[in-house]
């Protein structure tokens, strides 16, 4: 039996991986309270349900510690249990919710007198009750909703592994993701961008990438990046960590940071649980 948790920030776009899980085949459940995961997924999969996802909400102080409880008794119950912890930056979660015209979880609805808690101070409040350090973190700032299933779909067909090494290329302009383990920045490389006919293109195509194969200082970033991963990943894996998220950013994330994540990607690619992904381009990798 699989079991996926998600949990993560109001606003960061869990209902739409619960929506792409159960459109995967999983029997969804939204917003279960902690303390009922354990005897709820039992009484799953006494009744044959093999794949399980369920939405934990972490607005309290002692949710996060007891989810992890309960995932652990699941775990020890020989349960195959994933975290996936969805998270934004604040301005990216203040713009949803001003779109939305929604009010935010922790915003008062009858406020105290002298009660200045406006919609950022209560996004501030429900990060500090999160807990990133047992889950894969998918920072959604960035991503449409139509990008974020296609990266809930690469999620759950990722292979199992103990560590699961994801490359992800970004975009400088629109800031660092969230959820970056090491961060790369390759705006000293040349920049395709200035070639008319490179520019509509991005790292993934033949052109693009004969170009930067022909620069020997691109060649040579990507082999120095490589040895630091190799000499430095088996430290990661003997914590027991269980995600390695390795950023790749270029001012536009179109070129250079989508070819170096590929070349990283192709190089590693023997590894399991390795995958790619870009965060500025409109189709990401499946």
Not at 21 to 30: F, M, P
Not at 86 to 102: D, G, I, K, M, Y
Not at 178 to 198: C, E, G, M
Request: with cysteine.
């Amino acid at each position: 039996m699989q079991v996926i948790a998600v949990t993560g920030l109001s606003g960061s776009g869990k209902s739409v991986a619960i929506r792409q899980l159960e459109d995967s085949g999983y029997y969804c459940i939204d917003n279960l309270p902690v303390d009922f995961i354990v005897p709820v997924i039992q009484s799953l999969r006494d009744r044959g349900q093999e794949k399980v996802a369920v939405s934990v909400d972490i607005r309290s102080k002692a949710a996060p510690q007891t989810a992890l409880r309960q995932c652990q008794a699941l775990k020890d119950l020989g349960i195959d249990v994933r975290i996936l912890a969805l998270t934004a930056s604040t301005p990216a979660l203040v713009q949803r919710f001003s779109e939305t015209r929604r009010r935010h979880p922790l915003t008062p609805l009858n406020r105290e007198p002298g009660d200045q808690t406006g919609l950022q101070e209560a996004i501030a409040q429900e990060r500090s009750l999160m807990s990133l350090e047992d889950g894969f973190v998918l920072d959604t700032s960035d991503l449409t909703p139509s990008m974020l299933k296609a990266w809930i779909r690469q999620f759950i067909n990722a292979p199992a592994s103990e560590m699961t090494i994801s490359f992800e290329s970004f975009a400088f302009k629109k800031g660092i993701p969230v959820a970056a383990d090491f961060v790369f920045d390759v705006r000293n490389l040349p920049n395709p961008y200035y070639d008319t006919a490179l520019r509509p293109l991005t790292g993934q195509d033949k052109p693009v990438i004969d170009y930067l194969k022909s620069q020997p200082e691109v060649l040579e970033m990507v082999s120095d990046i490589e040895t630091f991963l190799r000499k430095w990943i088996p430290g990661f894996r003997a914590q027991g960590r269980h995600y390695l998220t390795i950023c790749i950013g270029c001012t536009g994330g179109q070129h250079r940071s989508v070819f170096v994540a590929e070349e990283l990607y192709r190089r590693f690619s023997s590894i399991a649980g390795v995958v790619v992904r870009h965060r500025a381009l409109k189709l990401p990798r499946i």
